[in-house]
Structure formats: structure tokens, C-alpha cells
Nanobody, 129 residues
Framework: QVQLVESGGGLVQAGGSLRLSCAPS????????MGWFRQPPGKEREFVAA????????NYAASVKGRFTISRDKAKNTVYLQMNSLKAEDTAVYYC??????????????????????WGQGIQVTVSS
């Protein structure tokens, strides 16, 4: 079942920018640490970025560091992924994920998708070269 919904994906040229959004769908639930993952065609799902409950800590995969920015709006219960300087290698289905209860771990703990409690259905991002 869909518990988080991603939006903002699409087709963009290399060097361009795109902003993904993610928010709960349906019933109301609390979110703590939130993260973004992606699955390129023919590859396994990989970690992209994570952000702590209050937005004070972030972590990024080396492949996106300096180009992507994760942020969140607590009032809107929404997490974002701003993607700049996009490369063809960024083409993937992007998934957002949420921690449903506080584990009180450091931000570097949240690189494993198995930790998260809620997931979105995924959204396609295609970067043309």
C-alpha cells in the first residue's frame, strides 16, 4: 500500500535541475528521519540522502554530494530533494522513505533502506545527455 507519495519527477537535460517532493498519503502518521533512495535501471536500490527529524543533520551519498540537497518542511509534513547539475547517471526511480518512530540514531545510521518504516511508490527521473 502507498503510504508516502513522491512528486516532481520527469525528464530533464543533463546539467538541469529538478525538485522532488514527498508527503504522507491517506492516514496521518508521524515521521522522524526521512530519506531518499533510487534505483537506476538494471541496478539495485541505493541510498541518496537522509535528513533528521528537525532538519539539523543531513547525509548524502558521495555520488550526489554537492549537487543534491535534502530538506523538509515540518508544517507541511513534506520532504524535498533538490537535484542540481543532473547527470545521465542520475536516471533512476526515486523513492522516499520515513522513519515512523524515533530510534535516536545518528544520521549516518540511515543509509540502509531496511531501517525505514514507510515508503513511497517511486517516481521516475530521467536525465538525457
Amino acid at each position: 500500500q502507498v503510504q508516502l507519495v513522491e512528486s516532481g519527477g520527469g525528464l530533464v537535460q543533463a546539467g538541469g535541475s529538478l525538485r522532488l517532493s514527498c508527503a504522507p498519503s491517506g492516514r496521518t502518521f508521524s515521521t522522524y528521519t526521512m530519506g531518499w533512495f533510487r534505483q537506476p535501471p538494471g541496478k539495485e536500490r541505493e541510498f541518496v540522502a537522509a535528513i533528521s527529524v528537525d532538519g539539523d543533520s543531513t547525509n548524502y551519498a558521495a555520488s550526489v554530494k554537492g549537487r543534491f540537497t535534502i530538506s523538509r518542511d515540518k508544517a507541511k509534513n513534506t520532504v524535498y530533494l533538490q537535484m542540481n547539475s543532473l547527470k545521465a547517471e542520475d536516471t533512476a526511480v526515486y523513492y522516499c522513505a520515513a522513519e515512523g518512530y524515533p530510534r535516536y540514531r545518528g544520521i549516518y545510521y540511515y543509509t540502509d533502506g531496511g531501517i525505514y518504516d514507510y515508503w513511497g511508490q517511486g517516481i521516475q527521473v530521467t536525465v538525457s545527455s
